[in-house]
């Protein structure tokens, strides 16, 4: 019995081993990534890049980043959200003066805005459901409008702030719509347009 623990035990510890990757060998496959998306192959490099999650650790800071903030637009563009929102906020938390990702994401969290506009107007007949909607918006409108003010203030859009006006007139927040301009210029400071991976 001994002997055949020992040797379970020794081909888990083998099969471990034979999956364990050396930094190098996820730094290569962080290469050929982004070989996939500089070259068009948004399947392949998904695909690869959901390979790369798991020992994403063993990246440097910089090119961690970098890949979380490419896995998180090869996930928006394949219609996943939720999985673009999670690596998307990873990059915002480490660089939270990169104004890409902060765009990004305030984008995506209006999909759930949007979402919930549809069903508050869908439920107007159920004053308690509008009402807990209502809340639920209110929520996900305050999620999405700081990350849309940094955009916005690092690379002002008409169309952008015209949507921050409209949101929170949308929530009756006269007081942070008087002071969007001087909380625009607060943030204007320290931009960063692009990730350095060295």
């Known amino acids: 019995m001994l002997k055949k623990a020992l040797l379970i035990l020794s081909i888990s510890f083998s099969a471990v081993a034979a999956h364990a990757q050396t930094a190098d060998e996820v730094y290569n496959q962080y290469l050929d990534f982004n070989l996939y998306r500089l070259q068009g192959e948004a399947d392949k ?19 961690r980043n970098n890949f ?10 394949d219609g996943q959200s939720v999985k673009a929102i999670e690596y998307y ?3 915002a938390a480490a660089v939270p003066n990169y104004y890409v990702v902060q765009r990004a994401l305030g984008y995506q969290y209006l999909k759930q805005v949007d979402d919930l506009r549809a069903k508050i107007n869908a439920a107007q007949s159920d004053i308690n459901e509008n009402k807990r909607l209502t809340m639920l918006y209110v ?3 305050k999620k999405a ?3 849309l003010e940094k955009a916005q203030a ?10 921050i006006k409209t949101l929170y007139k949308n929530i009756k927040d006269q007081q942070a719509l008087t ?3 001087t909380r625009l210029q607060g943030l204007s400071k320290n931009c960063i347009d692009l990730l350095d991976d060295k």
Do not use: R
């Open 45 to 63: 490099a998904l695909t690869l890049g959901q390979d790369i999650i798991p020992n994403a650790d063993k990246l440097k800071v910089n090119v």
């Open 154 to 163: 690092c690379d002002p859009n008409d169309d952008t702030l015209a949507l």
């Open 145 to 147: 409008l700081p990350y």
């Open 139 to 141: 929520a996900a409108v």
């Open 89 to 91: 906020e990873k990059v």
């Open 68 to 77: 979380y903030y490419s896995i998180g637009n090869l996930f928006e563009n």
């Open 179 to 181: 002071n969007l301009n």
